[in-house]
Structure formats: structure tokens, C-alpha cells
């Protein structure tokens, strides 16, 4: 076996066992946990978001973990991390997301060397094994987009309801707090977890306008930012807010139907744009299977020729693809 996979399994059996003695030494109380993630709410916002709120009886923090986060929370990439985080409603802190994205990085790479190591030039492997490299510090990120556009399709879907749920509760005279505290009892996930945040923010005391605030930076939804506009506005300056909302979710309704109209009207090009993006890559699959000298004939001196016309394909498929989301992406 390759000297390049020992040393990635080597690292990776390094990193099991120092989580496991340091999370077994660790004397850090559950109850000081708590109450430390709750201080950090209170002085960022976006940190509260990252830890479970509910009385969950989550794991305690190793100090390897606190350690590694300490040193990413600190730079501007730890927040934008964090707040990727916030909006996937992931339990990680940032410093375990950058040991994530190490160990994808390792194991992609070990896994392109074990496929393409034995090729016929040594320099042709560890070049795969690079780019496997490279490809595995986004999988987490992709893994991490797909879930927030998840979320937030579900939110926005779950929206109107929740508005009625409030509009309903202020008729029957409850404040906005106790009606914002029935969205987050009688509706399901995500926007009962969600809410439930910003009652729990609004009881530790931070104001109501703060806790919409760090609802709509979890939740970057543009009929989310009509109803916080909403309510801010009606606790300045008064008025019907019971009305407004039901005006808001009438528009809501209406959007998402449009909206549906045209997913359904722009399937087929969205579909045949994926098809036509990933067809080349199967037929470059299949040929190396088939006639794998035809295929490394792109390889032979001078390689920057065929690496060329590779990197070329590459990027005219992207933009093609772009292309073609960009025409099937209407907005409303």
C-alpha cells in the first residue's frame, strides 16, 4: 500500500483517539455548558443559533473541540462559518465544521489515489489525488447549502400558516409575544424551532426587534423580512398588525402559487440542463472504461496540452450550466 494512504489512515486514527481521551478527561459541568452558550447569545447573536437552545441534554464540548473553535471563531472565516451553520440548523461550532472539511479532504484524497495511484505515470496519481483533495473541502459546504435551501423552502412554505396561527391568536387578544409563543407550540419544524429562538431570546431580555433581527440572519427569506418589517413597524407606531399580517399572508399565498406555476413550466429546462451537464462526464467515464489509451492519450507529452483542453470542457460546461439555471430561474 501506498505510503500516502498510511499516513492519511495513520492522521485519521490520530484524531479518534485524542477526541476520545480529551472528551473523557473533560470536567466541564453540563450545567456551566448551558449557561455559557446563553452568555454567548447574549453578546453575538449569530452563536446562539449555532447551540441547541432546548433543554436538549446534548454532549458536553472536548476541549480539543473548544480549543479548535477558539482558534476559528475568532477570524472572519469562523463567522461566516457560523452563520452557514445557523441557517443549515446544524449543532457544529465552526472549528468542528474546519475539522469536517479537513477529514472530507484527506479521505477524498486517499480515495482518488486508491482509484487512479496505479496509473501508468506516478505524477498522474498524485495529481487525482490533489484535486480529490481539493473536491473534498467542498463537500461539506454543498452538504451544508442543500440543507439551508431545504429550510428555507420548508419555512417559507410553512409561513402563511404560521401568520394566520398569529392573526387568529391577536383577534382573540393576545400580545405578539404569546402569539409568536403558539407558533413555536402548534406549528412543526422549522419555524416552531426557529420561533422558539426568538421567544427565548425575547425571555433572557434581549429586546423583540434584536430577536427578528437574528431570525431573519438564520432565515435570509424575503416574505420573512415583510412580516419582521411589519411587526417593528406596528410596535412603533401602532396600528391593526392583526390586519397587516393577513394582508401579508394573502401576498404570500399568492407568490408561492405563482411560484410553483413557474417550477412547473421550467422543469424541463432545468432538467435537460443537468442532463447535458453531466453527460460528458459519463461519456468520459465510459470511455475509460472501454478504451482506456484513447483516453490517456490526453495525458501524453506535452500534458499541458490535453490538461488544457480538459480545463477548457470543464469550464464551458459550467457556464453552460449557469446558463442555462440563470434562464430557468424567474423571480416573482
Not at 487525482?128 to 454543498?142: E, K
Not at 452538504?143 to 391568536?169: C, E, H, I, T, Y
Amino acid at each position: 500500500m501506498s505510503p500516502i494512504i498510511w499516513i492519511g489512515i495513520a492522521f485519521f486514527v490520530i484524531l479518534v483517539v485524542a477526541g476520545v481521551i480529551v472528551t473523557i478527561t473533560s470536567e466541564k459541568e453540563l450545567v456551566e455548558e448551558r449557561l455559557e452558550r446563553y452568555l454567548e447569545v447574549s453578546e453575538t447573536g449569530l452563536e446562539y443559533s449555532n447551540a441547541a437552545l432546548e433543554d436538549d441534554g446534548s454532549p458536553k464540548q472536548s476541549r480539543l473541540s473548544a480549543w479548535l473553535d477558539g482558534q476559528v471563531s475568532t477570524t472572519s472565516f469562523g463567522g461566516r462559518i457560523s452563520e452557514k451553520l445557523a441557517r443549515a440548523d446544524l449543532k457544529l461550532k465552526p472549528g468542528e465544521y474546519v475539522a469536517l472539511m479537513v477529514i472530507s479532504s484527506v479521505a477524498t484524497a486517499g480515495i482518488s489515489w486508491l482509484l487512479f495511484g496505479k496509473l501508468e505515470r506516478n505524477i498522474l496519481g498524485a495529481v487525482f489525488a490533489l484535486l480529490g483533495a481539493v473536491v473534498g473541502l467542498f463537500i461539506p459546504g454543498i452538504f451544508v447549502g442543500r440543507l439551508q435551501s431545504k429550510r428555507l423552502k420548508d419555512f417559507n412554505a410553512q409561513l402563511p400558516d404560521m401568520l394566520n396561527l398569529m392573526v387568529n391568536g391577536l383577534r382573540a387578544g393576545f400580545s405578539t409575544m404569546q402569539a409568536l409563543e403558539s407558533v413555536s407550540k402548534e406549528l412543526p419544524a422549522p419555524i416552531s424551532s426557529e420561533f422558539r429562538r426568538v421567544v427565548q431570546e425575547m425571555q433572557l431580555g434581549i429586546p423583540m426587534e434584536g430577536a427578528l433581527d437574528n431570525l431573519l440572519v438564520r432565515i435570509p427569506s424575503e416574505d420573512l423580512d415583510l412580516v419582521v418589517t411589519a411587526i417593528n413597524v406596528q410596535r412603533e407606531v401602532g396600528g391593526n398588525l392583526a390586519e397587516v399580517l393577513e394582508t401579508i399572508s394573502h401576498t404570500i399565498r399568492e407568490r408561492i402559487r405563482l411560484k410553483g406555476e413557474i417550477k412547473t413550466l421550467t422543469t424541463q429546462v432545468s432538467a435537460s440542463g443537468r442532463l447535458l451537464s453531466l453527460m460528458p462526464v459519463f461519456l468520459v467515464g465510459a470511455l475509460y472504461m472501454m478504451n482506456r489509451e484513447y483516453i490517456m492519450s490526453f495525458f501524453e507529452d506535452p500534458i499541458w496540452c490535453g490538461g488544457s483542453m480538459l480545463g477548457c470542457s470543464g469550464l464551458l460546461i459550467v457556464a453552460g450550466t449557469m446558463a442555462m439555471n440563470k434562464i430557468a430561474d424567474i423571480e416573482v
